[in-house]
Nanobody, 121 residues
């Protein structure tokens, strides 16, 4: 089973930036993708960004142009750089992975425990 550990969350003012990290261990898949999800209080979980096995990226419309997902394979780490943060970005953010080429729209195999992000106005 893959273990995913998120870090880098916290509280910032609107307009600020945060970078989330997700350290992965135990990957045995020949190919896999990674993604970031978020869930705000009282709302459904939504997919925020995904990076495919070939490095292609996909973003939710709500974060496009502000968030960037990237991967450092040597460090087994995926990042989510979040800029121009808005109060509506407040949520618990989860890292996830699945065996396969792409993540967007697919059920994920493994999840991190999540990390809170709070944006104040």
């Amino acid at each position: 089973q893959v273990q995913l550990v998120e870090s880098g969350g916290g509280s910032v003012q609107a307009g600020g930036s945060l970078r989330l990290s997700c350290l992965a261990s135990g990957h045995t898949y020949s190919s896999y993708c990674m993604a970031w999800f978020r869930q705000a209080p009282g709302k459904e979980r939504e997919e925020v960004a995904g990076i495919d096995a070939d490095g292609s990226t996909t973003y939710a419309d709500s974060v496009k142009g502000r968030f960037t997902i990237s991967q450092d394979s040597a460090k087994n780490t995926v990042y989510l750089q979040m800029n121009s943060l808005k109060p509506e970005d407040t949520a618990t953010y989860y890292c996830a992975t699945r065996a396969g080429w792409m993540c967007w729209g697919y059920d994920m195999d493994d999840w991190g425990k999540g990390i809170p992000v709070t944006i104040s106005s």
